[in-house]
């Protein structure tokens, strides 16, 4: 199995930015995408981001629309750590991130995702 534990979460006012972070471990050889998730209050999960985590590899970096512009991500595959960036913060981003994991590809966030770790809290305040 693959454990994923995020970090980097926090309570910020408008305007900051925040690197969240979200390392592999376990049977890592086994993992071929990582994305990032949110699910703010009252709302469903949202798909932001997601990446193959190994080299060479068909798949491609995928960011969505919604994340454009503010978000940025890069992935380190010799430590199997995932990050996002988030800057210019909105109280609208607050929610609980989610990395999660998955075995196959394709990549995109509306796939079936294998694994998934517990979330950091994003608090925005305006």
């Known amino acids: 199995r693959v454990q994923l534990v995020e970090s980097g979460g926090g309570s910020v006012q408008a305007g900051e930015s925040l690197k969240l972070s979200c390392t592999a471990s376990?049977?890592?050889?086994?993992?071929?995408?990582m994305a990032w998730f949110r699910q703010a209050p009252g709302k469903g999960r949202e798909g932001l981001v997601a990446?193959?985590?190994?080299?060479?590899?068909?798949?491609?970096?995928l960011i969505s629309d919604s994340a454009k512009g503010r978000f940025n991500f890069s992935i380190d595959t010799a430590k199997n750590t995932l990050y996002l960036q988030v800057d210019n913060l909105k109280p609208e981003d607050s929610a609980v991130y989610y990395c999660?994991?998955?075995?196959?590809?394709?990549?995109?966030?509306?796939?079936?995702?294998?694994?998934w770790g517990r979330g950091t809290q994003v608090t925005v305040s305006s």
């Open positions: 999660a994991g998955r075995k196959y590809i394709p990549c995109h966030w509306s796939q079936n995702y294998d694994y």
């Open positions: 376990g049977d890592t050889d086994g993992l071929y995408c």
């Open positions: 990446t193959p985590s190994k080299t060479p590899t068909d798949a491609v970096p």
